[in-house]
């Protein structure tokens, strides 16, 4: 029995197919609903419509209704309600949808539509697919192998436009291949409101170009780059590097802050070569800031730590796994959670601390949130230590705690998992005074006085989830392996709980969520291979009372202050 | 020789008439809309309705219907803007009306203004008529010096401010849409319809009605005569006076006002013009400003048209034409801004063409891609065949072109881009073909179009 | 800016006359032209501010609009129409005169400072084509002969300053 149509719902028909959407869905989003591709440039989700392009020209009608009676009127062959087709052809993108609305997309006239649209397009556009960074992923070329007609009839001189032009830091305009969608004006004044993009001159020889003197340098310039169907506006520092076919594409959070960005990192062969945002409608649009995309570069860093170290031990990780149990079963020992752990990591650090009766502390990092894709909680995963009972109140910035019980001599021993306890207000008197053992991914000032160091991973190279000011419940896969001499941070947690005789505990992703899932009530249900991608939203009622640090951002209002 | 009948244009060239307030009133001037304002709006809108008056700027479409269709329950206050943006090429009659009887213009924006609710009305004068501006601007700060603009209408409590906006030099500002970005301060991109119809989402997202300087005179003469009257001069659902501006081959060109649809073609060219230059036949006629299928002089119109109830035969030669809006549709032109250009048997139609779609070329906004590609496209072509470097094929190929960019584009700048081209390739296929074969196509004294 | 005091008073009483502040960028634009001779990039900035605007949206209008300028040009202005009724009746041999008696090309300022012709499209004065406007006035019936004339009036009147 089908189930009737939902009352909200207004029924379509796309190529003979009937379907029912929301109000207020253009017939490109219908179409696609229903299986349908209309080809289009200027259309975006996220942005304002403009129908410049005409590419989504299809042919519309509407149930045929006497005007007097407003009775429908019926053919008398096939039984059905006439439909009124429109002699003209209209854009998709701005049709919304109506009740009985039809569409049409497999006409000789939409198949001419396409063709002609497509062959306006390349006539003064530059034969620049060898060398243009876009091949591969070029909607002119997907489209034009798609609808366009396989040849041209230009013989005449193309328009000649600035070629190689430096928009700003992070971004390259190459204005013969812009076809002037608008997209990236519209991106720049109504999502990044830094409106510096414009239109120059006009006809053909409209040009896109920055204000004279200013720069494309706002935090998100580089989604111009991501929206930009041709190959005008690319990203400088992705410029000639690698073909787009031969790269892996990885799920990924951002963790620049607790906004939880979704993105994608690409690579080939064990290295990245960029980050792009990845959608999803209920965190991040399709979007995400520059800033995050240069994270990766941390990867490959000079300061990175390849070699476990431990006192009188070969340099392997069993030893050094055992160098610290010895340390940590003398007891006052404190752990040293981070924001930028998983919760996975952050679970295991919470049962490690309680296995050698060791307090957890955790670095705050504050800063000013952007309102719009950078919050003002510079942690990525606050809330997973919160989740996991790894900290019960929010971290302050400087670990003023620990440093009173050092100098108190109550902690002799620090477990840090890769925060640099200098830079979080430790002295180096404080320091001297206990023995750390540091997981980390990058050398720093504490990694260099400690008793033993075990390289970890970064979040390109490791699987997990973070939690974000949502709380939603986030995971991320490994998109290229640790150096050589890194270990799976999971698999260190796991071993130290073994090596201090505590509880057994699995050092991989699904057994440490069997174990989540038994301690934390609300994952109860889930196993990780079935997050989904656009994560899951957890109930944080449970800290309501904290005092979170974030304002509001784009798909964010922080809850009202308890009184 | 049928006579003129100068309504709008009566004062024209009339010596000693002067644009002044003083001398406007002498002549009758304001006692209209004395009397309109003392009548309810909806009355006014009625007569106008009533009338049949058909819009003068080019699209023709019925003015009583535009006012009807103008949002009245949104609340945000209602505009009129002027469209004195005159730029159609051969049109030149909203000129004269500006700079020599300006407080015709006036006072049809006021009465209009009145029976709208308008709330303010701007001119859209395009830039290159700087002392229309001044004149206009003059005109308006009598009228408002005497009560008949601005404040308190003639003591009725009805205001309305009239401002002079300027443009600067494009042709798109004439597009009702593309003039309303213009004033918005934006470049002039036509909006998309639906959703943005001007009498929903006009200016500044309010209602707003937009009309043609010429339109706006008729509708002050409707409110003096009666919509019923005005009805009757002129033909069935062609009614009233227009203004037609012959320009090109003829010995006589200028501005002749006649009733709409009862004079032809014919004798428009040949008795009132005075007919061809000495010694030339005429060739060709683009009847309603350039962007109208260009006739051929030797063709014939033949089918069924409807007079009073009756379907009658007709079978037309091009000088049998009535000048007329549903005439000049049914046989494949338009009435459009009553601009007649003529071509005699000196020109080279290919260069004509060249000349054309160089001015749409240079016209076009650049906002969408069948135009702004395509209207570029056909320019090289043209001037490619011009000089010398014509093919068989660049004919067809000139059709294909302009065939794609018609009824594909967000406004009507794409028919007006393509049609001189689809009418010129069709009814002079074969200069198109000479011009691949033989150079020397153009007749040998033919004006450099190009 | 070196606004001269009038301009500045008619473009405080230009602004009031819309409800968004945007639409008084073109009669700003006018009225600073005609103050300075071109638009500079201080003056799309200055507008820019007054209006509060981002200065690309003075620049997108310069550039868009044919009769904003961002040079100076000679001391008279000579636009032709090119458009189809006046090259019917000979504006290209019209605008080829002016050419030749001011030794300059379309575009250019000329050797000697004085003019700067151009090709404009329809000057809506078809009737009486070709048709020339020189700065503010429209001048008609403009054939080669008249073109000549009128040169000579202007160089006659440049040499009476």
Known sequence: MIAPPKPDLIPVNIDGREIAVPKGTNMIEAARLAGVDVPHYCYHSKLTVVGNCRMCLVEMGLPAVDPATKAPIMDVVSGKQKINWMPKPTIACATNAVPGLHIRTTTPQVKDCREGVMEFLLINHPLDCPICDQAGECKLQEQATGYGRGYSRFIEDKNVKPKRTQLGPRVTLDDERCILCSRCIRFCKEVAKDDVLGFTDRGSYSTLTCYPGRKLENNYSLNTVDICPVGAL?????????????????????????????????????????????????????????????????????????????????????????????????????????????????????????????????????????????????????????????????????????????????????????????????????????????????????????????????????????????????????????????????????????????????????????????????????????????????????????????????????????? | MPEQRRIIFQHIDEPGYAPDLDCYRRHGGYATLAQAVRRKPEELIDEVKKSGLRGRGGAGFPCGVKFGLV??????????????????????????????????????????????????????????????????????????????????????????????????????????????????????????????????????????????????????????????????????????????????????????????????????????????????KFKAVIPGGSSAKVLRVGERYKGKRKVGTEMVDYDWGIEDIPMDFDSLAMIGSMGGSGGVIVMDDSVSMVEALGNINAFYAHESCGQCTPCREGSLWMKKITARMVHGAARAEDGALLKSVADQIAGRTICAFGEACAWPTQSFVLKFGDEFKAYAEDRKASPPDAPALV | MNLKPATLQQIEEVIPHYPVKRSAALPLLHLVQEDQGFISPEAIEWIAAKLELAPVNIYELVTFYPMFRQKPIGRRHIKVCRTLSCALMGSYQTCAQFEKQFNTYRGEVSPDGEVTIEFVECLASCGTAPVVMIDDELHEKVDSAKALELAVKIKAQAQGK
């Open chain 1, 234 to 563: 690319t990203s400088t520092d992705f410029r000639f590097k690698m073909r787009v076919w031969f790269l892996k594409q990885t799920p990924s959070i951002d963790t620049e802050s607790s906004v939880g960005a979704n993105t994608t990192v690409w690579s080939r062969e064990g290295v990245i070569y960029r980050i792009t945002p990845r959608q999803n409608d209920a965190v991040n649009d399709t979007w995400m800031a520059d800033s995050g995309r240069l994270l990766y570069r941390a990867v490959r860093a000079d300061n990175r730590l390849t070699a476990v170290r431990a006192a009188g031990t070969d340099g392997t990780l069993e030893p050094a796994v055992a160098a610290a149990a010895a340390l940590l079963r003398l007891g006052s020992a404190a752990v040293v959670g981070s924001g930028r752990s998983t919760v996975e990591e952050q679970y295991l650090a919470r049962r490690l601390a309680a296995a050698v009766g060791a307090g957890a502390h955790l670095v705050a990092r504050v800063g000013a949130g952007d309102k719009l894709l950078i919050s003002a909680d510079r942690n990525p995963n606050v809330r997973g230590a919160l989740l996991t009972g790894l900290i019960a109140a929010l971290p302050e910035p400087q670990l003023t705690g620990l440093a009173a019980e050092i100098d108190a001599g109550k902690v002799k021993t620090v477990v840090s998992l890769g925060e640099d306890l200098v830079a979080a207000g430790i002295t180096a008197a404080q320091l001297a005074k206990v023995k750390v053992i540091y997981l980390g991914t990058h050398a720093n000032a504490t990694s260099a006085a400690a008793e033993i160091v075990v390289p970890t991973l970064t979040v390109f190279e490791k699987q997990g989830t973070f939690v974000n000011q949502q709380f939603r419940i986030q995971k991320f896969a490994a998109a290229v392996p640790g150096p050589a001499g890194a270990a799976d941070d999971l698999s260190v947690l796991a071993k130290l709980i073994a090596a201090v005789d505590g509880p057994a505990v699995q050092g991989e992703i699904h057994g440490v969520w069997t174990a989540l899932a038994a301690a934390i009530p609300q994952l109860g249900p889930i196993a990780y291979r079935n997050l989904p991608s656009g994560g899951l939203l957890l109930d944080g009622a449970a800290w309501a009372h904290l005092a979170f640090p974030e304002g509001e951002t784009l798909h964010h209002q922080p809850a009202a202050r308890p009184a």
């Open chain 2, 71 to 280: 949002d009245r329950k949104s609340g945000k206050p209602i505009y009129l803007v002027v469209n004195a943006d005159e730029s159609e090429p051969g049109t030149f009659k909203d000129r004269y009306i500006i700079h020599q009887d300006p407080h015709q213009l006036l006072e049809g924006i006021m009465i209009t203004c009145f029976a709208n609710n308008v709330k303010a009305a701007y001119i859209y004068i395009r830039g290159e008529f700087p002392l229309g501006a001044k004149i206009l601007e003059r005109a308006i700060a009598e009228a408002r010096a005497a009560n008949l603009a601005g404040p308190n209408v003639l003591g009725t409590g009805y205001s309305c401010e009239i401002y002079v906006h300027r443009g600067a030099g494009a042709y798109i500002c004439g597009e009702e849409t593309g003039l309303i970005e213009s004033m918005e301060g934006k470049r002039p991109y036509p909006r998309i319809k639906p959703p943005y119809f001007p009498a929903v989402l006009g200016l500044y997202q309010c209602p707003t009605i937009v009309n043609n300087v010429e339109t706006l005179c008729h509708v002050k003469h409707i409110a003096a005569i009666g919509g019923e009257a005005y009805s009757k001069i002129g033909t069935p659902n062609n009614t009233g006076t227009r203004i037609f501006c012959v320009s090109g081959h003829v010995r006589r060109p200028g501005y002749y006002e006649f009733e709409v649809g009862k004079i032809t073609l014919g004798q428009l060219l040949n008795e009132v013009c005075g007919g061809p230059r000495p010694g030339r």
